[in-house]
């Protein structure tokens, strides 16, 4: 097996054929139904994330697990952290210091405000940004293709 570094921030780690060596402190992002999941790679093949809803409808705590078990069979990626205040064992270690947090929200407190506090210092869901967006961006979509809808009656 060929060993390699992840210097491309979108590299796929799913191919089992290489042996990868992933920085510690990497953001990792795993393909879900319906959503993407976050986790911190703090070394040794393990993976701390808030486990929240990632096995079924029952909330989780951060934890850590395998990159296998994060992944879950999907394809793994790193994002890319260009501007991150916290690298490497710093972002590991403060992922670590929340080991055993089970204070899960979906909306407040989920896998990705956990791996952006880790990195950034600021606890935000693009993801959740995104979703809390569609129902406005439906209405004006509405609105730009009927024009404006008139609240007065019509008269003959």
């Not at 990626?77 to 670590?96: D, I, N």
Request: charge should be positive.
């Amino acid at each position: 097996m060929k060993a390699r570094n992840l210097l491309d921030p979108q590299v796929n780690l799913a191919d089992d054929q290489e042996v990868v060596e992933l920085p510690v402190g990497s953001w990792l992002s795993a393909r879900r139904r319906g959503y993407t999941h976050h986790g911190i790679y703090v070394g040794g093949g393990r993976v701390a994330h808030y486990a929240g809803l990632s096995r079924g409808w029952r909330r989780g705590p951060v934890e850590i697990v395998s990159l296998a078990e994060f992944s879950l069979g999907e394809r793994l990626w790193v994002k890319s952290t260009p501007t991150a205040r916290y690298v490497g064992q710093a972002a590991a270690q403060r992922a670590l210091s929340r080991l055993g947090e089970n204070d899960y929200r979906i909306l407040t407190n989920n896998c990705e405000h956990f791996c952006a506090w880790c990195l950034d210092g600021e606890s935000r869901s693009r993801q959740v940004e995104g979703w809390l967006q569609w129902p406005s961006s439906i209405g004006r979509l509405i609105s730009a293709r009927f024009g404006h809808v008139s609240t007065q009656p019509r008269t003959a």
